[in-house]
């Protein structure tokens, strides 16, 4: 079976590049129209994704695949959560956004290990021109570390400590052990196994 052609969504050029990684050419992943950003105004992660997947579907002509991952922070009622990108404001950096979280925790008392559990979750489509449509999900469920530590990855990787890694946070880990146990990696791989069983 010819791999499916699918125009990446993302504007985010660290989520692209970890999004070819983890599906290794088993889809034709083509890049991004120079088209304007979506406006991301969902309610879920669910919307999100489609609304990018839509957009670029549209503006190409051409199946378009997107994805919404948020951070859900137990003591923080599921936030940042669909605002993980923006949690510290429209033009927060990585570590404006990291900061916040930490300092979130510190206000809520969530000090102990015990108190910090929560998961990262994405939510990847492909949406199709004839209206079809392909949504999996993937999550993994960890920690808040009490600080940042390590240098791989981005946005909350540093801080989030899977519940699989050995104690590790992503961003100490390596590229490949990250994407076995990442939500995104689970995201993806059962979305290239649809793919490909012709979904």
């Given amino acids: 079976m010819a791999r499916e052609r699918l125009r990446l969504a993302s ?21 991004r129209p ?3 950003d979506v406006v991301e105004d969902g309610d879920t992660l669910e919307d999100n994704a489609r609304l ?31 605002y993980s990108a923006r949690y510290a404001g429209e033009d927060a950096s990585y570590e404006d956004n990291v900061a916040k979280v930490l300092a979130e925790l510190e206000r809520v008392g969530a000090v102990d290990p015990v ?3 929560a998961r990262f979750r994405t939510v990847a489509i492909v949406h ?40 590790l946070t992503f961003a100490e880990m390596d590229t490949k052990a990250k994407h076995e146990i990442s939500h995104r990696g689970r995201a993806f791989r059962t979305l290239a196994a649809a793919l490909m069983s012709g979904a």
């Fill in 52 to 82: 990018k997947a839509v957009a670029i579907c549209e503006a190409t002509g051409e199946a378009a695949i997107a994805d919404d991952t948020g951070l859900e922070v137990d003591a923080l009622d599921g936030a940042p959560g669909v």
């Fill in 115 to 117: 108190g910090r559990t």
């Fill in 11 to 31: 504007a985010n050029p660290d989520k692209a590049a970890e999004i070819a990684a983890i599906l290794d050419g088993r889809v034709e992943l083509l890049p």
């Fill in 128 to 167: 199709r021109p004839d209206g079809s449509e392909l949504m999996v999900e993937g999550s993994v469920e960890g920690t808040i570390a009490a600080a940042p530590r390590g240098t791989n990855g981005f946005g909350y990787d540093p801080i989030f400590i899977p519940r699989e890694g050995g104690g």
């Fill in 34 to 36: 120079d088209v304007p």
